[in-house]
């Protein structure tokens, strides 16, 4: 194997440029060519390609979103789109894939592997966290931080007036951000997908924290765990209990911005680790052996 390719999919994670950097330079250090592919699977299927080198990463460490850009493609979830991907990737000499991204990016590769035979790794890059065989993904713990910090600034606002704040963060089908920065913040009421909610029991939970004289409160709610999200949430509890409250979607904010230095290291990791792996192992293993050939040819030499 000579020439991988490297693409992000999916929604935008902060530490995937970070990945890309390590999988363009861990190539390079074990003589490999890389081909960075555009837009994802949409890219892909259009041919939109650009060798990538070790001054091509430079200086991308440190920023959030990818350089790579990404797109979603209803064309790619079809056995015709898979078919022309196939192709583009064959013209272009590409033997290998590393795919940066989530859950639909690792289905997405999957089929790529099924139906074409060609060979995958995967890097897991998702601020939600949700992917099976990671204790981290790229991206969680910069979206963690980054809706900490808005919850601090809120809570402060949540005082002086004396409110209760439903803050709504990223999470439709995961809680880990919410219970993260719900733990982290202090928050009187985390709710999340995975677990059943009851409007009344919040509310029962609400008014006994005013009666201790509690007179502000933090609700921090997964945009997936009740219909309508947060404010979907107060709706329902101001059935039963009228409180003086306020709704912050904190929405795409938690994607963007520069990766924390856990991201970084995380994201670095693992996209030198997806060079070394299985399928690409074939080439790795031939770059050692020369290697190892002359290390011992340069010791002879010495005697």
Request: glycine share 12%; net charge neutral.
């Amino acid at each position: 194997m000579k020439r991988i390719g490297v693409f992000t999919s999916g929604g935008d994670a902060p530490g995937m440029n970070a990945a890309i950097r390590a999988v363009v330079r861990q190539a390079y250090a074990l003589g490999l060519e890389v081909i960075g592919i555009r837009r994802g699977y949409a890219g892909m299927i259009l041919g939109e390609m650009v060798p990538l080198g070790v001054r091509d990463v430079a200086n991308i460490l440190q920023r959030g979103g990818t350089v790579l850009l990404t797109a979603r493609s209803q064309e790619f979830l079809t056995e015709e789109g898979r078919a022309k991907a196939a192709e583009k990737l064959k013209a272009a000499g590409i033997e290998g894939l590393v795919a940066i991204g989530g859950d639909g990016t690792f289905r997405g590769a999957m089929r790529l592997l099924e139906e074409h035979k060609v060979p995958v790794v995967g890097v897991p890059g998702t601020i939600d966290n949700d992917l099976f065989g990671t204790d981290y993904t790229i991206g969680f713990d910069t979206a963690v931080n980054t809706a900490l910090e808005a919850i601090d600034r809120i809570r402060d606002t949540a005082a002086s007036h004396e409110r209760v704040f439903f803050i709504e963060v990223m999470g439709r089908d995961s809680g880990f951000i919410a219970l993260d920065v719900g733990l982290a913040g202090g928050a009187e009421v985390i709710a999340v997908p995975e677990a059943p909610l009851d409007p009344r029991a919040i509310a029962e939970g609400l008014l006994e924290s005013q009666r201790r004289g509690k007179t502000s409160s933090i609700v921090v709610v997964a945009e997936g765990a009740y219909p309508g999200g947060a404010a979907g949430l107060l709706a329902a509890i101001q059935e039963h209990v009228r409180v003086e409250a306020r709704v912050t979607v904190l929405g795409h904010i938690q994607r963007g911005g520069s990766p924390t230095a856990k991201d970084r290291i995380l994201a670095s990791r693992l996209g030198a680790a997806a060079v070394e792996l299985t399928p690409l192992k074939e080439a790795v293993e031939r770059k050692k052996d020369i290697n190892r050939s002359l290390l011992a040819l340069s010791r002879i030499l010495a005697l």
